[in-house]
């Protein structure tokens, strides 16, 4: 019954959920002790001092590999049910550029917003989470990209309004969505990464579904790829 299925959901949520916490708990001293290792000891390893560091810098990374695998992972086991409330895209959209254009500064963000207010009824927590998600996505675009004298990496944030829709979508000039298996991108486990998780847009898809409203994913007009998050209209109005 709905009933059950319900049930076995939220505890197959729960197992998952302290899995992640189990295995997120030893990363931080494991990424510590090794950083650590290096600090104190690098000077004095005669023999091969390379190695050395080139070990100890490989448990740092991979380590921050996990961590990362280990927090998509568990936010998609998660996925609590949304809690509405009144929110202005347009400071949603602000804030999730905001940590990317830090982390990203070779990239160039803009932002082409309304002047006012963009109200839309949502969970703020989980629609930024999926415009980061997005932004990430572009980046690994951008960065994916092969060849000599690219021209920069463009990530471009818009927000549209129509009668039916409010839409924000993202646009980038990375190297374009890939050919095969297109109209199965948004699938759990669906990765043409070597790093991937394929969790990503899967989440993404989820929390617009459970906003009653849809990720669109197609070409960019020249290069690139256009995802966008669409909010069907008057979901914010008076009374929504
Ligand atoms: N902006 C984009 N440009 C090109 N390809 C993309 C973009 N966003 C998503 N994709 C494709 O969709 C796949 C799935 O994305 P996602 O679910 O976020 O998983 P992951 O990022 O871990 O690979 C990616 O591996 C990539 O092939
Ligand atoms: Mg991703």
Redesign the pocket.
Known sequence: TELQSAQRKAAWADVARRIAHEIKNPLTPIQLSAERLKRKYLKQIDTDPETFATCTDTIVRQVEDIRRMVNEFSDFARMPNPVLAREDLRGLVSAALVLQRTAFPTIIFTAELPEDPVIVQCDGGQIGRALT?LLK??V??IEARKGNDLPPGRITTHIVRTEQHTTAHIT?N?????VENRDR?TEPY????VK???????IVKKIMEDHGGALVLEDAAGE??R?SLVFAQGNGRAGA
Do not use: H, I, Y
């Open positions: 998600n996505n572009a690994e675009a980038d990375g190297k374009g969505l890939p991108l669906m990765t043409t990464r991937g998780t394929g969790l990503g847009l899967a690139g790829a995802a």
